[in-house]
């Protein structure tokens, strides 16, 4: 768990009102302060109870701690609790498990609809002076003190200047990414709007939005919507005093590349894998803190070549290649003749190449990357070529590391605008 923490005076030093939502400090700005860690280990029990019922309400605010001018959690301040009135059916929802402080509540109130707390007290009332006055408020020496704010001027129901400014981030974050994420960007606007029916507001799009961004963005929609290129020229608004131009820390192929840790990865077997092959590479992914899935022609048990079998916790006709960062496919020719002639392992493979993942073949696994459509190289030591790692056997050290070092790049995108084929 990371914060940018930045002195108040310093609120509108970057181009942008901090209270503004939509915005954000870059961290080559204003660097992120690890501050602990956080880890989730478990599901919920019982998903009505723990997650429906569950009452978020920013009013909940020990004593003491006020709010900011955040416009989002003004408004959210009453309408969180006119929400969980009505959805959890009246003012008790505090008292439900899921909702209710893990300390035991000391208080006065009595009745009112879906109360959970049996009340033994007489007094409804403060201070209770038929019960000794418990439950006793905390000394004012010993509890909180109010925040105290200076404030002068003239107070209204008035936006900031700086939240009118909607162009310069998005184009900072168009500005901050490598040239595969920018196409990635193009080709989801030209999808999103390519299914808009009306000419005038994918016009709107391109001219009134897309063209303030970047003029070249908007020209590169425009060609395939069927938008007439003038809409795309922009006037380009300049950009804040203070604000930043680009952040790399925004694009994900500039984050560290250190670790395959919780990536999953799928191996493909069928009865008569290369069990010798597949010890290897499990092993040294598990290393690497990988996660590893069997998948099959069926679930349950596939046998390897030397009699051990393994689990397949998935099948190929439930489970497609998109739900993995990578896959590899073992030796052994009976079980690569089994998934050869399962069409759902073909498109495993040609899915995983056309979105650019790591994916690796040893011996007869070479076979099933051609049957896809890859050619593949056929010589006995390691070859990686973007980002596909094959050799006559797994069953070497050289093999791992080179499959463990393609998943590392996550993606690769210079074979983004390939026909699922590689050279020889």
């Not at 003004?74 to 009246?90: K, P």
């Not at 408020?137 to 109010?146: I, N, T």
Request: hydrophobic residues 45%.
């Amino acid at each position: 768990l990371g914060i940018q923490v930045i002195s108040e005076e310093d609120e509108l030093t970057y181009g942008f009102d901090m209270l503004d939502a939509t915005k954000l400090l870059p961290e080559e700005l204003v660097p992120v302060q690890r501050i602990g860690k956080m880890t989730l280990d478990r599901n919920p029990d019982n998903f009505f109870a723990e997650v429906e019922q569950v009452a978020f309400h920013v009013g909940n605010l020990v004593p003491g701690i006020d709010v900011t001018n955040d416009p989002l959690m003004q408004v959210r301040l009453f309408s969180y609790l006119d929400t969980q009135l009505s959805r959890l059916g009246g003012p008790n929802f505090a008292e439900l498990p899921i909702n209710r402080p893990i300390a035991p509540v000391h208080n006065h109130q009595h009745d009112a609809m879906h109360r959970t707390t049996i009340n033994t007290g007489k007094a409804n009332y403060h201070p209770n002076s038929i019960g000794d006055g418990q439950p006793m408020l905390a000394p004012l020496d010993k509890g909180f003190v109010p925040f105290a704010q200076p404030f002068s001027g003239v107070a209204n129901r008035e936006r900031s200047e700086s939240f009118k400014d909607f162009f310069s981030q998005a184009r900072m974050f168009l500005d901050s990414q490598s040239k595969p994420e920018r196409d990635h960007i193009i080709e989801a606007l030209r999808f999103e709007l390519g299914k808009v029916e009306r000419m005038a507001i994918r016009e709107r799009v391109v001219s009134d939005i897309l063209a303030m961004i970047d003029p070249e963005l908007a020209l590169d929609v425009a060609s395939e919507i069927g938008v007439d290129p003038s809409k795309a020229k922009g006037s380009n608004p300049p950009v804040p005093a203070g604000a930043a131009t680009a952040s790399p820390a925004l694009s994900l192929e500039n984050q560290p590349k250190t670790t395959i840790a919780t990536r999953k990865v799928a191996i493909l077997v069928a009865d008569g894998f290369a069990a010798a092959d597949v010890t290897n590479v499990e092993a040294a992914l598990l290393a690497e803190g990988a996660v590893v899935e069997f998948v099959s022609v069926h679930l349950g048990p596939v046998t390897g070549d030397a009699g051990a079998s393994v689990e397949a916790l998935r099948s190929l006709r439930t489970m497609p290649s998109v739900a993995y960062d990578a896959v590899y496919v073992p030796g052994g020719a009976a079980s690569v003749t089994t998934l050869r002639g399962e069409w759902r392992a073909r498109t495993f493979i040609e899915e995983a190449f056309r979105h650019c993942k790591p994916i690796a073949a040893a011996g007869d696994g070479r076979d099933l990357l051609a049957e896809a459509g890859l050619i593949v190289s056929a010589a006995e030591e390691v070859v990686t070529n973007l980002g596909v790692v094959t050799a006559a056997t797994a069953d070497s050290d050289d093999f791992a590391a080179g499959f463990v070092d393609a998943i590392l790049q996550h993606r690769h995108w210079a074979r983004a605008d390939q026909e699922p084929e590689l050279v020889k």
